[in-house]
């Protein structure tokens, strides 16, 4: 059996300008430190930022955030979420080496970072050209995507209210010989599921999640997490959830 890469996805820091904002009641900041012992442990080969990692779109929030991951992983990728705003984020993201991809080629998977971020909008949308990345996958290798909206209803209405819109816009296009796996922020929640084949997976927020099923959002006290995958370049994998060891 091959050796596996080993992918960490951290989401929804929504951190701030001022580190001590709260967020829902919390300390973003506080609260990712608090997951990074556990992260580490894991000895990721990649991370992706999922989006929602700034609440108020601030350089000094991605200039922290870069700080606190800085050796989670050889490798680091991003995408923005609805709180974000990628010009922000690429000035200080691509100068500290992470990736805004949008296909990566880690241990033999395609990855595939998608934007669903519309200026001013809860919602997510993928246009035909925000979707044209996945016209380059190649058929003979397993593929994974990352997007920050959900493209699927997680049974929780305070946050299926902001969606993906017109997700079989997604959907039509993903073969699931080739896509294994679509993976999502933004739900503040683990959820795993299933569309047209292909596992649905969200990482929970490194600062505030909701239990599941709720119609207005009700704080999880377990506190902060974060989800891990381990890809074979045959396209087996396996996944879970990371929380404070
Ligand atoms: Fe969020
Ligand atoms: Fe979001």
């Given amino acids: 059996m091959p050796h596996p890469f080993t992918l960490l996805q951290l989401s929804d820091c929504h951190l701030s300008?001022?580190?001590?904002?709260e967020y829902r009641g919390q300390n973003?900041?506080?609260?990712?430190?608090?997951?990074?012992?556990?992260?580490?442990?894991?000895?990721?080969?990649?991370?992706?930022?999922?989006?929602?990692?700034?609440e108020d779109a601030s350089a000094q929030a991605y200039e922290r955030a870069a700080a606190m991951v800085e050796g989670l992983a050889p490798r680091t990728a991003w995408i923005?979420?609805?709180?974000?705003?990628?010009?922000?984020?690429?000035?200080?993201?691509?100068?500290?080496?992470?990736?805004?991809?949008?296909?990566?080629?880690?241990?033999?998977?395609?990855?595939?970072l998608l934007d669903s971020a519309v200026p001013d909008r809860p919602e997510g949308h993928l246009d035909e050209?925000?979707?044209?990345?996945?016209?380059?996958?190649?058929?003979?290798?397993?593929?994974?995507?990352?997007?920050?909206?959900?493209?699927l209803a997680v049974d929780s209405p305070w946050i299926d209210k902001y969606p993906l819109t017109e997700p079989d816009r997604l959907w039509g296009r993903l073969d699931p010989r080739v896509v294994k796996i679509v993976a999502f922020g933004h739900v503040h929640q683990a959820f795993s599921g299933d569309a047209n084949g292909i596992a649905c997976l969200s990482a929970p927020s490194s600062v505030a999640?909701?239990?599941?099923?709720?119609?207005?959002f009700a704080l999880d006290p377990t506190g902060p997490k974060a989800r891990w995958f381990r890809l074979w370049p045959t396209g087996c994998w396996s996944g879970g959830i990371v929380s404070p060891g």
């Fill in 17 to 21: 300008a001022d580190p001590f904002a």
């Fill in 28 to 54: 973003p900041d506080a609260n990712l430190q608090s997951l990074l012992p556990a992260c580490r442990l894991l000895a990721a080969d990649g991370l992706v930022l999922s989006g929602d990692v700034a």
């Fill in 80 to 112: 923005p979420g609805n709180h974000d705003e990628r010009g922000v984020m690429a000035g200080v993201f691509g100068p500290a080496g992470f990736s805004e991809g949008p296909i990566l080629n880690w241990g033999g998977w395609q990855i595939v």
């Fill in 129 to 151: 050209a925000r979707l044209g990345p996945l016209d380059a996958l190649k058929s003979e290798q397993p593929a994974m995507v990352f997007v920050h909206h959900q493209p």
């Fill in 209 to 216: 999640n909701s239990q599941p099923g709720m119609a207005r």
